[in-house]
């Protein structure tokens, strides 16, 4: 498992843009897949972005195609979700997930997470 700690939540206007960081620190992180995920109050928590370390692909959940961004800095064991053109339905506490198995993460059940950041979009 890799340690992973969020951070770059906060409150943004709707229409505005976020950049969420993780640093993960332990096992060789460029053999894990990273991603995020998110769940807001009274919902189920739900794939947002991720990327896979076998295929080289980033993925992404429909709701989000076109305004989310999800990037890695192996260097720096980093990664990065970039949120643009964000919607009052983005607030959400934001997950960041790592799994070797890139369907464990896709799945919501990945081994490592980190506590979690609060996104909050107004209106």
């Known amino acids: 498992q890799v340690q992973l700690a969020e951070s770059g939540g906060g409150l943004v206007q709707a229409g505005g843009a976020r950049r969420l960081s993780c640093a993960a620190s332990?096992?060789?992180?460029?053999?894990?897949?990273m991603g995020w995920l998110r769940q807001a109050p009274g919902k189920e928590r739900e794939f947002v972005a991720a990327?896979?370390?076998?295929?080289?692909?980033?993925y992404y959940a429909d709701f989000v195609k076109g305004r989310f961004t999800i990037s890695r800095d192996n260097a720096k064991n980093t990664v990065f979700l970039q949120m643009n053109s964000l919607k009052p339905e983005d607030t959400a506490v934001y997950y960041c997930?790592?799994?070797?198995?890139?369907?464990?993460?896709?799945?919501?059940?990945?081994?490592?997470w980190g506590q979690g950041t609060q996104v909050t979009v107004s209106s």
């Open positions: 990327f896979s370390w076998t295929s080289g692909r980033s």
């Open positions: 332990g096992r060789t992180f460029s053999r894990y897949s």
């Open positions: 997930a790592a799994d070797i198995a890139f369907d464990r993460l896709r799945n919501g059940v990945a081994g490592s």
